[in-house]
């Protein structure tokens, strides 16, 4: 059974860069059959698609965020991760990985609340 | 980008009672390969989204028979048959025609 968890800084400071990896387990991101993305949910509202990302490296990114985002894999860790730059407090949300199959998010990550505050 | 719409917002239903939860999305979701790209999700208090229904009415694995999807185009619909305890939290409707979009959410209660 595939597991994903998230791991990083749990505050960040507004201008600066949001850094998040997800570690897979039970399942390699090398595969091909899966893309690994990025939702998040800031508090009290809904869920955003930010990105994903497939084996050969190949992201794609949500229109909205796409000027801040960038996506990475090191396969070699089974890892997948994502960097936001010039955050602000709208940024502030619960950062979800999750396995995108068959165009839908089958196996998610617990989350991990990131807050923007000085 | 396509406006996934729910309605109600909230719902609060007595155990063993039918709940109904609609979503309509902005653009048709059927594609021209003949699937509709809808997807239902419940994310249980303090835990992350799981999957309920994909492409309208298909239940995901494990999902108990009391969930049933259904709708074409725009509208769509998740109906619980008979609501349990356990189906307490906020359920999601999503489109993944055109990358992913999510509805806003349905807070389901127990009464």
């Known amino acids: 059974q595939v597991q994903l968890q998230e791991s990083g800084p749990g505050l960040v400071k507004p201008s600066q860069t949001l850094s998040l990896t997800c570690t897979v387990s039970?399942?390699?991101?090398?595969?091909?059959?899966?893309?690994w993305s990025w939702i998040r949910q800031a508090p009290g509202k809904g869920l955003e698609w930010i990105g994903y990302?497939?084996?050969?490296?190949?992201?794609y990114v949500n229109p909205s965020l796409k000027s801040r985002v960038t996506i990475s894999a090191d396969t070699s860790k089974n890892q997948f991760s994502l960097k936001l730059t010039s955050v602000t407090a709208a940024d502030t949300a619960v950062y979800y990985c999750?396995?995108?199959?068959?165009?839908?998010?089958?196996?998610w990550g617990q989350g991990t609340l990131v807050t923007v505050s000085s | 980008e396509i406006v996934m719409t729910q309605t109600p917002l909230s719902l609060s239903v007595t155990p063993g009672q039918p709940a109904s939860i609609s979503c309509k999305s902005s653009?048709?979701?059927?594609?021209?390969?003949?699937?509709?790209?809808l997807y239902w999700y419940l994310q249980k208090p303090g835990q992350s989204p799981q999957l309920l229904i994909y492409?309208?009415?298909s239940r995901f694995s494990g999902v108990p028979d009391r969930f049933s999807g259904s709708g074409s185009g725009t509208d769509f619909t998740l109906k619980i048959s008979r609501v349990e305890a356990e189906d307490v939290g906020v359920y999601y409707c999503?489109?993944?025609?055109?990358?992913?979009?999510f509805g806003q959410g349905t807070k389901v209660e127990i009464k």
């Open positions: 999750a396995r995108l199959s068959h165009f839908y998010f089958d196996h």
């Open positions: 039970g399942g390699s991101i090398n595969s091909g059959d899966y893309y």
């Open positions: 990302i497939y084996y050969r490296g190949s992201t």
């Open positions: 653009q048709s979701l059927l594609d021209s390969d003949g699937k509709t790209y």
């Open positions: 492409e309208v009415s």
């Open positions: 999503m489109q993944g025609i055109h990358l992913w979009t």
